[in-house]
C-alpha cells in the first residue's frame, strides 16, 4: 500500500478536458515531483486526490482507500492559489487553521514556536499576514503546512518568492521530512529543484501522463549518444565523432554510431591534449522538459 | 463538531472584537434613545408646570375638587383671584402662565375666557377642562364626578377572552411581538454583512482550497452559521439589557405606559420559537447567495428582499384585523419568510393556535435545514470560481457529484 496510488483519472469541466488519463503512485517517504507546462492538469489532478473534485472515472486511494475527515488530518497541503487570513495577526491565523486540522492548541503552539523560529518569522508573530512581504507570506504557507506534522504533503510551487537564503532554508526542511520518512508531492517548473530534490517524477502534458519513473533512469533514456570534455588544447580530429558543439562551457562531442565513448575517451588520452573532463552527457530535467513537451504540440 | 465550533469561534471573535461592532450595537438603542429623546423634548416643550390663575364670578369653584391625573402626570396648581387686576397683576409678574375668567352668566351662555402673554402648556390647558368639568359635577357623588370626567373607558377583548387592548392603547407587552419582529429585521440587516462577509473572506483570502481539505464544506458553512448565530445572539441580548434598562428607567421616572407591562410570556416564547428557526433559514440562505454571487455589494441587495418578504403580512394588515383566523392568515403564519410577522400580528387580536404555532416552527426549522444544506451545495459549487457567477440551476444538477462545472 502506497500513500497514494492514482489509477486512470480523468475530470473534465463543460467541454474542457482537464485530465485526460494520468496514473501514478507515490511511495512512502519518497520525493515526488509533479510535472507539466501551464494548463496540464496538474491542479485538477491534484484537487482530485485531495477530494475537492470527484473524478468522472479512475480511482484515488489515499493511504490505501477513498479519502476520510482522518486522513485530511494526515495531509499538509499548499495550493497553488496562495491563502491565509490578511486581517489577522500571523499566529492567531497559523493557530486557526492548525485547530480545523484537529491539532490541540497546546500542542499548535509548541509546534508553532519551533517553526516560526526555523523560518526567522518569530519576531512578526503579531503583524497582521497583509503587512508581511511576499517572501513572508510564503513561508508562512509554508508552516501551515507542517504545522500538524503531516505524513503526506502537497506542495505547489514550494519556492516561489523565496530569496537564496530561504530557498536553501525550506529544501532543507523539505530534505530532513523526507528523511524522517515524510511523503511529499512537490509540484514545480523549477526543474533544478527537482533535479536536486526528486527521487522520482511525472510529468503530464493534455492531461496526460508524459513521463513517469525514476529521475535518473529517465535522463539516461534521454541522453544523446554524445559525451562532454573539457580539454587543454585543440581536440584531435577522430572518425569516431560525428560532430563538435560548444556546450555549457564544454565541448559535446556527439560520436558516430558504432562507437562506443570508452573508445574515445581511450583515443583521446592517448593523444597529446590535456583532459580535464569526460563525462556521458546526458540532458537536464529542463531539456527533457522542453523537448517532450514540444514534441506533445508538434503531434 | 470541535472544528465546527473552532470556525465558529473565530467567526465571532472576527466580528466582534472590532469597533465597527461597538458602532453596530450601539447604533439602534441610540437612533431608539434619540427618537424617545426628541419625542420627550417636544411634549416637555408642549407643557408647563407654572400655575394658572381663575377667577370665578359664577360661583362654580366654591369648594374646589382637584382633576383627576393621567399615571406620572404633575399636578398644575389652580389658583383663584378676586379681581381681575390681581389676576393681570400676577400673570405680568409671571407667576401664572395664564388665567381663566368664568363670567357670572356662564351656565346661560357657556362662555369662558382666558387671558395669557404666551400660549399655555398643553397640560395646564388639559386639566382646566377636567377641573371645570369635576367641578360642574361637584353635586353628584365623588367618584360619579371623576368617573364622568375621565370619559369612556373602552377595552376591546378578542371572542375568546383572551386578548384585550385597554382605551389607553395596548400595552407593552401586547407588542413584544411586533418589537420582536423589529428586532429581527434589524437583525437581517445587520447580520448581512457579516454573512455575506463570512464566505467573501475565504474567497477574497483564497482560504478556501486550504479550509476544504481540512473539515467538509458543510461543518464550515455550519461553523460559520454558528458564530454568526452567536453574534446574533449577542446584539439581542445586548439591546435586550438596554431595553430593559430603559424599562427600568421609564418606570422609575413614573412613565405611565410603562408601569403595568402586561407581559404575555407564552406569547413572546412562541416568538421567539419561530424567529430562530426563520433567523437561520434567512442566514443559511444569505450564505447560499454570498457563494453564488461574484460581489459582495450584489450579495447585499438580496436582504432587502427578504425584508420585503418578511414584512408582506404589514401590508395586508387589514385582512388580519378583519379575521385573523382567516385561511390566508393561517397560510401566512405557517410560510416561511411571512410566518413571524404573521403570527406577531395575528396575536394582537387573536390567540393563535398551539397547532399553527407548532406546524410554523416545524416548517421553519425544515426550511432552514434545507437551507443549510443547499448553502453547502453552493459553497462547494462555488467556492473555488474566483469571480465567477454560480446558477441556481447548477445548484440541483448532478447529485452527488457537486464539483462538476467549468474549470476554476
Not at chain 2, 318 to 332: G, T, V
Request: proline share 5%; charged share 20%.
Amino acid at each position: 500500500m502506497h500513500p497514494i496510488e492514482v489509477s486512470q483519472i480523468a475530470k473534465s469541466f463543460g467541454s474542457i478536458q482537464a485530465v485526460v488519463d494520468v496514473s501514478f503512485e507515490v511511495k512512502k517517504g519518497e520525493m515526488f515531483g509533479l510535472l507539466g507546462p501551464n494548463g496540464a492538469g496538474k491542479t485538477t489532478a491534484i484537487r482530485v486526490i485531495l477530494d475537492i473534485f470527484q473524478p468522472d472515472q479512475g480511482k484515488v486511494a489515499i493511504f490505501g482507500g477513498p479519502m476520510s475527515d482522518e486522513k485530511k488530518d494526515r495531509i499538509g497541503y499548499m495550493p497553488e492559489e496562495r491563502g491565509l487570513y490578511q486581517d489577522i495577526p500571523l499566529e492567531r491565523c497559523l493557530l486557526y487553521l492548525a485547530s480545523l486540522k484537529g491539532v490541540p492548541d497546546q500542542r499548535a503552539r509548541e509546534n508553532l514556536e519551533g517553526h516560526l523560529e526555523r523560518f526567522y518569522l518569530a519576531e512578526h508573530r503579531n503583524k497582521k499576514v497583509k503587512e508581511l512581504s511576499k517572501g513572508m507570506q510564503q513561508k508562512a504557507q509554508i508552516i501551515n503546512t507542517l504545522l500538524h506534522q503531516p505524513e503526506l504533503i502537497i506542495i505547489d510551487e514550494p519556492f516561489t518568492a523565496l530569496d537564496p537564503l530561504n530557498l536553501q532554508l525550506v529544501k532543507d526542511v523539505l530534505g530532513e521530512l523526507r528523511d524522517q520518512g515524510v511523503t511529499i508531492i512537490m509540484s514545480t517548473h523549477q526543474m533544478q529543484q527537482v533535479e536536486e530534490l526528486c527521487d522520482r517524477i511525472l510529468l503530464i502534458d493534455e492531461g496526460k501522463n508524459v513521463l513517469y519513473g525514476d529521475l535518473n533512469k529517465i535522463r539516461q533514456r534521454f541522453s544523446g549518444h554524445a559525451v562532454l570534455v573539457q580539454a587543454g588544447g585543440k581536440l584531435p580530429e577522430l572518425a569516431s565523432i560525428k560532430e563538435i558543439t560548444p556546450h555549457n562551457g564544454d565541448l559535446k562531442l556527439s560520436l558516430e554510431e558504432n562507437t562506443t565513448p570508452q573508445e574515445v575517451l581511450k583515443e583521446l588520452a592517448a593523444s597529446s591534449i590535456n583532459l580535464e573532463k569526460f563525462e556521458i552527457a546526458v540532458p537536464t530535467l529542463n531539456e527533457i522538459f522542453i523537448q517532450v513537451v514540444e514534441e506533445g504540440d508538434t503531434k | 463538531m470541535k472544528r465546527v465550533l473552532s470556525v465558529a469561534r473565530y467567526e465571532y471573535r472576527r466580528n466582534v472584537f472590532k469597533k465597527s461592532f461597538l458602532l453596530t450595537l450601539l447604533s439602534i438603542p441610540l437612533m431608539v434613545a434619540l427618537g424617545l429623546g426628541v419625542g420627550l423634548l417636544l411634549v416637555s416643550l408642549e407643557n408647563n408646570d407654572r400655575s394658572v390663575g381663575y377667577l370665578d364670578q359664577a360661583g362654580i369653584f366654591e369648594n374646589p375638587i382637584p382633576p383627576p391625573l393621567s399615571k406620572g402626570e404633575e399636578p398644575v396648581d389652580f389658583i383663584p383671584f378676586q379681581t381681575e387686576e390681581e389676576a393681570m397683576a400676577s400673570l405680568e409678574a409671571e407667576e401664572i402662565q395664564a388665567y381663566y375668567l368664568l363670567p357670572a352668566d356662564y351656565f346661560e351662555t357657556q362662555r369662558i375666557e382666558i387671558v395669557y402673554t404666551e400660549k399655555p402648556g398643553e397640560n395646564a390647558n388639559r386639566q382646566w377642562w377636567d377641573f371645570l368639568q369635576i367641578n360642574l359635577l361637584s353635586d353628584q357623588p365623588t367618584e360619579i364626578a371623576y368617573r364622568s370626567a375621565s370619559g369612556a373607558d373602552v377595552t376591546v377583548r378578542s371572542l375568546d377572552g383572551k386578548r384585550s387592548i385597554a382605551d389607553s392603547g395596548p400595552a407593552f407587552g401586547n407588542l413584544m411581538p411586533l418589537f420582536i419582529n423589529m428586532a429581527f429585521m434589524g437583525l437581517i440587516l445587520m447580520s448581512s454583512g457579516f454573512l455575506m462577509g463570512a464566505v467573501a473572506e475565504e474567497k477574497e483570502n483564497r482560504t478556501m482550497e486550504i479550509v476544504v481539505t481540512s473539515i467538509s464544506p458543510l461543518q464550515l458553512i455550519g461553523g460559520k452559521l454558528l458564530g454568526i448565530l452567536a453574534i446574533a445572539l449577542t446584539l439581542l441580548v445586548s439591546w435586550s439589557l438596554i431595553v430593559l434598562l430603559g424599562i427600568f428607567a421609564a418606570r422609575t421616572m413614573g412613565i405611565g405606559w410603562f408601569q403595568d407591562l402586561g407581559m404575555d410570556w407564552g406569547v413572546i416564547l412562541a416568538t421567539g420559537a419561530i424567529a430562530a428557526p426563520a433567523y437561520v433559514l434567512v442566514s443559511a440562505l444569505m450564505i447560499a447567495i454570498g457563494t453564488m454571487v461574484t460581489t459582495t455589494q450584489e450579495g447585499q441587495s438580496f436582504s432587502s428582499l427578504f425584508i420585503i418578504l418578511h414584512l408582506i403580512p404589514l401590508y395586508i394588515a387589514f385582512a388580519f384585523i378583519e379575521k385573523p383566523d382567516s385561511s390566508l392568515a393561517i397560510a401566512l403564519s405557517i410560510l416561511p419568510f411571512t410566518s413571524l410577522m404573521s403570527t406577531a400580528m395575528r396575536n394582537l387580536f387573536f390567540s393563535v393556535p398551539n397547532w399553527q404555532i407548532a406546524l410554523s416552527v416545524g416548517v421553519q426549522t425544515v426550511c432552514a435545514i434545507g437551507a443549510i444544506w443547499l448553502a453547502s451545495r453552493a459553497f462547494r459549487l462555488g467556492m473555488l470560481r474566483y469571480g465567477q457567477r454560480l446558477r441556481w440551476r447548477s445548484l440541483f444538477q448532478n447529485q452527488g457529484a457537486g464539483e462538476r462545472g467549468r474549470n476554476p
